[in-house]
Antibody, heavy 116, light 110 residues
Framework: QVQLVQSGAEVKKPGASVKVSCKAS????????ISWVRQAPGQGLEWMGW????????NYAQKFQGRVTMTTDTSTSTAYMELRSLTSEDTAVYYC?????????WGQGTLVTVSS | QSALTQPASVSGSPGQSITISCTGT?????????VSWYQQYPGEAPKLMIS???NRPSGISNRFSGSKSGNTASLTISGLQAEDEADYYC??????????FGGGTKLTVL
C-alpha cells in the first residue's frame, strides 16, 4: 500500500533552517511528484511547492521563493523540503503529498516549532 | 496568488444536504478543470474527496459530489452523517503553474 512517512518533529530557533524528509513506499517513486503543504496552528492549508520525482523540476509558491528548496533522492524514494531563515510565522505542521494536484496520499505531517 | 474564498462555516442536520462553495478567478477555478476537495479531521492529514472538479476517488462515498460554474466550484454532501463533521478545503491549479487552497470550511452536523 502507498505510504508517505515523514521525519519527526523539530524545534528551531529564529534564523535557523529545517529539513523535513518524506519517504515514499508502495508505488514507483519516479512516476509521481511530491507536493509540500503546510498548516499553521488553527489555520488553513497553504501550498508551498512541488517537485517532480522524475526529473527534479520544481515549482515553488512565490511566497517561499528564495527561502525553500525541494529535492528528491530516487535511490531511497525520499523527498526533502528545506526551509531557511525561519521565523515564528513558520511554526506549522508540514505535509508532503503525492502528485502535483489531486493529492491522493499524504504523509502524517511534521510539526516544526520556531521559538527562541 | 490569493487564497480561494470559502465560507468559514456551514451546518446541517443528519440526512440533509449541504453545499460548500469555493470562489476563485478566471486564473484558477474558472480557467481549468483541476479543482480538488479535501476533508480534514482535527489532528489528521487531509483526505482527497473530489478530484478534477467532480471525480470521486475509489472508496469515497457517492454522497459527495463536486461541480463548477464559472469561477466557483462547489462540494455537495447529501444524506449528511455525523461522521461528515470536519473541515473541508478546495484547491485549484492556477495560471502561474501553482496550486492554491481555499481558506477552509468547518462543517457542523447538528
Amino acid at each position: 500500500q502507498v505510504q508517505l512517512v515523514q521525519s519527526g518533529a523539530e524545534v528551531k530557533k529564529p534564523g535557523a533552517s529545517v529539513k523535513v524528509s518524506c519517504k515514499a513506499s508502495g508505488y514507483t517513486f519516479t512516476n509521481y511528484g511530491i507536493s509540500w503543504v503546510r498548516q499553521a496552528p488553527g489555520q488553513g492549508l497553504e501550498w508551498m511547492g512541488w517537485i517532480s520525482a522524475y526529473n527534479g523540476n520544481t515549482n515553488y509558491a512565490q511566497k517561499f521563493q528564495g527561502r525553500v528548496t525541494m529535492t528528491t533522492d530516487t535511490s531511497t524514494s525520499t523527498a526533502y523540503m528545506e526551509l531557511r531563515s525561519l521565523t515564528s510565522e513558520d511554526t506549522a505542521v508540514y505535509y508532503c503529498a503525492r502528485d502535483r494536484s489531486n493529492n491522493d496520499y499524504w504523509g502524517q505531517g511534521t510539526l516544526v516549532t520556531v521559538s527562541s | 496568488q490569493s487564497a480561494l474564498t470559502q465560507p468559514a462555516s456551514v451546518s446541517g442536520s443528519p440526512g440533509q444536504s449541504i453545499t460548500i462553495s469555493c470562489t476563485g478567478t478566471s486564473s484558477d477555478i474558472g480557467g481549468y478543470n483541476f479543482v480538488s476537495w479535501y476533508q480534514q479531521y482535527p489532528g489528521e492529514a487531509p483526505k482527497l474527496m473530489i478530484s478534477d472538479v467532480s471525480n470521486r476517488p475509489s472508496g469515497i462515498s457517492n454522497r459527495f459530489s463536486g461541480s463548477k460554474s464559472g469561477n466557483t466550484a462547489s462540494l455537495t454532501i447529501s444524506g449528511l452523517q455525523a461522521e461528515d463533521e470536519a473541515d473541508y478545503y478546495c484547491s485549484s491549479y492556477t495560471s502561474s503553474d501553482t496550486q492554491v487552497f481555499g481558506g477552509g470550511t468547518k462543517l457542523t452536523v447538528l
